[in-house]
């Protein structure tokens, strides 16, 4: 195949899990629901975390950096940020302990109750996502799974999960972003009020 045959190919793979992600109203009542948990804990004091690895990694950061920052509105910062973000700390743990508890051990220690984690995963069987999972149990801080089709692992241990129609890793990102963006867009207009 050439490479407009790629491109056509993969923009057509993209546009189909959009589509399914269209007719799905229970997938689509679940962005609803995970925004008023985030707009909730928001609201009486709490903070929004995420995590990832490699690519869910870079999208976990992208997301944090929505609500700290800002969207679409000029606003006050909405707490968040992605676990990975200190280096040393992840370099460490990973070193001196073992990689599957950077997210679980530093969770523990930051997160509180009425908390929200939002962990990435294309398969769902991220490691240390779900040992970090395990952990907001124990603590009463909510979870989140953006995963694939399958959930794999981070099933059972989510409150709320979205399980993009996919098993491609790309065509799961890519949709992870975009259903990240419009609960960001959801959240800053439900604590702040909608754009001009």
Known sequence: MDSKGIIRKRL??????????????????????ITETIVTCFKYGGRVYFCGNGG?????????????????????????????????????????????????????????????LIGLSTSGNSANIVKAFETCHEKAITTVAFTGSDGGRMRELSKLIINVPSTDTPRIQEAHITIGHIICELVEEEIFGKKK
């Open 56 to 116: 869910s990694a870079a999208d976990a950061q992208h997301l944090a950096a929505e609500f700290s920052g800002k969207f679409y509105l000029e606003r006050d910062i909405l707490p968040s940020e992605a676990l990975h973000c200190n280096s040393s700390y992840i370099t460490a743990v990973s070193n001196d302990l073992s990689f599957e508890i950077i997210y679980s051990r530093l969770i523990s220690g930051i997160g509180k109750a009425g908390d929200v």
């Open 12 to 33: 057509e793979q993209h546009r189909d899990v959009i589509e399914q992600i269209l007719s799905d109203e229970k997938l689509q009542d679940m962005i609803a629901q």
